[in-house]
């Protein structure tokens, strides 16, 4: 995962997902929202629209998810790596494990987070795009497993939010929870 697993930006998509539902006439609170911040931006979008007695269809709960995204590259002008990422991405590549970032964003909206991370390379990134269904069902999972050719019970996901790791058991992966 990368938000709120490698970068300190749990906060800033709060931020960005309060004022996207507000300009859909859907306020909420950060209260409502934290919990569900890591599932898939849709269904997000639709769980918060059916606590205010509104249902969503696919285009307008589409729209928001995007909208979400934009203002959050908008407002992620400097993510801060957790502590202990650098070390345990060295420590990864040292020993020639492949390794991906499987993340229900958009590649196009976490480009200033992986900068953060000051990466001698880009890393290889499995974003919600590429799949049907985001977390927490495991298709993305699946896919970055598949695109790093390694089966899925030989991996282990990394995720600090309870939709990371219902999409790691349902991907028959080891879930490791970060508590940052």
């Given at each position: 995962?990368?938000?709120?697993?490698?970068?300190?930006?749990?906060?800033?998509?709060?931020?960005?997902?309060?004022?996207?539902?507000?300009?859909?006439?859907?306020?909420?609170?950060?209260?409502?929202?934290?919990?569900?911040?890591?599932?898939?931006?849709?269904?997000?979008?639709?769980?918060?629209?059916a606590l205010?007695?509104?249902?969503?269809?696919?285009?307008?709960?589409?729209?928001?998810?995007?909208?979400?995204?934009?203002?959050?590259?908008?407002?992620?002008?400097?993510?801060?790596?957790?502590?202990?990422?650098?070390?345990?991405?060295?420590?990864?590549?040292?020993?020639?494990?492949?390794?991906?970032?499987?993340?229900?964003?958009?590649?196009?909206?976490?480009?200033?987070?992986?900068?953060?991370?000051?990466?001698?390379?880009?890393?290889?990134?499995?974003?919600?795009?590429?799949?049907?269904?985001?977390?927490?069902e495991p298709?993305?999972?699946?896919?970055?497993?598949?695109?790093?050719?390694?089966?899925?019970?030989?991996?282990?996901?990394?995720?600090?939010?309870?939709?990371?790791?219902?999409?790691?058991?349902?991907?028959?992966?080891?879930p490791i929870?970060?508590?940052?």
């Amino acid at each position: 995962d990368l938000d709120g697993t490698l970068v300190d930006t749990v906060e800033t998509r709060i931020e960005a997902w309060l004022q996207a539902l507000e300009e859909a006439d859907l306020p909420t609170t950060g209260d409502r929202l934290a919990p569900l911040i890591g599932v898939d931006g849709k269904r997000l979008a639709r769980e918060v629209a059916a606590l205010a007695g509104v249902t969503l269809d696919d285009e307008r709960a589409e729209a928001i998810d995007e909208r979400s995204g934009e203002i959050y590259e908008q407002l992620n002008h400097s993510p801060r790596p957790l502590p202990g990422v650098r070390e345990l991405v060295e420590a990864i590549d040292a020993r020639g494990l492949p390794w991906a970032i499987a993340t229900s964003s958009r590649k196009e909206q976490v480009t200033t987070s992986v900068a953060a991370l000051a990466l001698d390379f880009e890393p290889k990134i499995v974003d919600a795009s590429h799949v049907a269904h985001a977390k927490p069902e495991p298709d993305l999972l699946l896919l970055a497993a598949k695109e790093l050719a390694v089966e899925p019970t030989r991996c282990w996901y990394i995720g600090d939010s309870t939709w990371d790791m219902v999409a790691a058991v349902a991907a028959a992966m080891i879930p490791i929870g970060v508590t940052a």
